[in-house]
């Protein structure tokens, strides 16, 4: 059984930054690419980064790119979302997801692993 629990969302003021965290357990979690999404309220989920098992290879959505920063920790099983230049577009419930192999997908389709998701409030 994969479970992937996420932390770290809080309400920030704009231009703050926040990191978010995401332990997995149940499963070999150093083989594998992890990703975080977000869906903000009336919207779909949509796709924010990705990263590699081993860190070589990271994929960011164009809407976060130069702000947000995707890592990654084998030795705890935990993966990261740095949030930087915190936009108030940047409002949603945030998502860690596990792939079932090491390509850097970026659709909800790719990744059968899901937490429960952790907000994240931007005030202007």
């Known amino acids: 059984q994969v479970q992937l629990v996420e932390s770290g969302g809080k309400l920030v003021q704009a231009g703050g930054s926040l990191r978010l965290s995401c332990a997995a357990s149940?499963?070999?979690?150093?083989?594998?690419?992890m990703a975080w999404f977000r869906q903000a309220p009336g919207k779909e989920r949509e796709f924010v980064a990705t990263i590699s098992s081993l860190s070589y290879r990271t994929l960011y959505a164009d809407s976060v790119k130069g702000r947000f920063t995707i890592s990654r920790d084998n030795a705890k099983n935990t993966v990261y979302l740095q949030m930087n230049s915190l936009k108030p577009e940047d409002t949603a419930d945030y998502y860690c997801?596990?792939?079932?192999?090491?390509?850097?997908?970026?659709?909800?389709?790719?990744?059968?692993?899901w937490g429960q998701g952790t907000q994240v409030t931007v005030s202007s």
């Open positions: 997801a596990g792939s079932l192999n090491d390509r850097l997908g970026s659709t909800a389709r790719d990744y059968p692993y």
């Open positions: 149940g499963r070999t979690f150093s083989s594998f690419a």
